[in-house]
Every structure is written in C-alpha cells, then in structure tokens.
C-alpha cells in the first residue's frame, strides 16, 4: 500500500541521482512530483520513464521561491508534502516509521544521515529539516534576499513557519539520507556562505519554528567561536571520530563553512 502523502523532488541536471531517489519513492509514494529547473541533461526524460509527473520550473527573481511554487501550483494530490532533493534518498526504515505514524501532527523535521565521499556516516552532525508537513499548516516566509550575494532559486537554510500558532511539530527518529562529496560540497557551500553572511548582516533570518535554532541564528552564527563549535558537535558530541577518515573530513567541511561565513561578514564590514 502506497502512502496518502504527494512528494515534490527537486531537480536541474540531476540525472545520475534521481536514478536512486525516484524508484523507492515511486515505490512507497503514490503522488510524486519531480519540480526541475531546465535541465540541459537526461533528468526529465529519466523521471518521465520511471514514471514520475515532471513540471519545469523557472524562477522569475521573485517570490514565491521554488519550494512554495511547487506546494502552491503543483497539482498535488494530497494535503500532506514531502519535499525532497534530488541527492536525498529515503530508506525503508523511514518509510516503515511513516507506515506506522497516524499523523497527528501539522508536520515532522527529518533527519539526514549523510553518504559521504561514498560512506555511510553512522555518526555525527545531521541536516534536520521541517520538510514533512500539511500544506495548510505551513508556508515559506517572504524575506529580505533577494538582492543578496549568492541568492537563488530554492529557498535557503532556512524552515517553513507555520500559517497558526497552535501548529504541532513533531520529529521523524529514522533519516533518510544524503548523498555528497568533498568537492562538490564546498564548491556549493561557497554560494551560501555569501547569502548566509548577507542574511545574517542583514538581520534579516525568519522567524524558526524551534526556538533555539532561532536563537543561535541570531546571536552565535556571527561570532567567530561558531566554526569550532560546530567541529566539536559534530565530530566529538555526536560522535563523527567513530567515523574514521571521512567522519571527520565531513566534520572539518561544516567548520569550513562556517568560517566561510564569519570571513564573508568581515570582509563586508571592512568595504
């Protein structure tokens, strides 16, 4: 039986990948969508094939940004969204979790535990995001970035907020999980480093439906203690050394990111 959840995948030139994320979610999904932007490759035709409903996507420079086009213009089928990237792949623990769940909640973070440089990290830092969710509950706000230095058309690192105030969050315990490499890491990371720096020195981050994510955006991203900090979560708190070599060259990789930030915040106070 196929779960009563529509799924949006989002693409352009993904068509190495999708070849692992579409068919599970083909699978277990009975409403999925692949929201790509012009790709030039073979994604579309791939999706297509495997027998995914394929809607092209281009950014006009303004809002809505690509993930609330899609909840609010694709023809889903269901109250209930699961967005997902193109390098991103659910597992069957996961999918059994959500089998089991009645649902209760207006939306679920989930957790993912990243594949890198080919391995499997069974510790360390997670991505966790509120991507899980009704379609009624939750919005991306309008902000400030659009003339931002490394702005585009996804949404940043940042979460849905929901559309009442009694809105309930929940958490998916099982991850999905996340597919990179070193160097294609850092080359995207370098982007958002510019448009995190210019958000930050805009003060312009939204408001996050868990407050202490909010909290250290506002107050401890900025601060040039944040890097080692985000090294010593990863790699010591949450285990990452257990890892070996690729555990913590991921760790090293978000402490790079991080002082890419706080250099991008300098160099900008100082011009």
Known sequence: ??????????????????????????????????????????????????????????WDKNYPKKKQWGVTHLPLKHEWVFQIDADEMVTNTFVNELNQLSLNMDGYFVSARMIWNGQLLKFGARNNKLCLYKKSAFQYPVIDDLDSIGGWEVEGHYQPIPTSSN??????NAPITHKDTSDHWLKRHQIYAMWEADITRKNAWPNDPVPWRKFIKNNIKNKRLWPSLLFAYGYILKGGFLDGKNGFDYAKHRMQYGNMIIDELKNRQIN
Do not use: C, R
């Not at 027998?51 to 996507?57: L, M």
């Not at 809105?167 to 998916?172: E, L, N, V, Y």
């Open 167 to 172: 809105a309930k969050i929940g958490q998916i």
């Open 1 to 58: 039986m196929t779960l009563p959840i529509s799924v949006i995948v989002m693409t352009k030139n993904e068509a190495e990948n999708i070849t692992q994320t579409l068919p599970p979610l083909l699978k277990h999904f009975d409403d999925v969508h692949v929201l790509d932007s012009n790709s030039d490759d073979k994604t579309k035709t791939i999706a297509k094939n495997l027998g995914a409903t394929i809607t092209n996507f281009t």
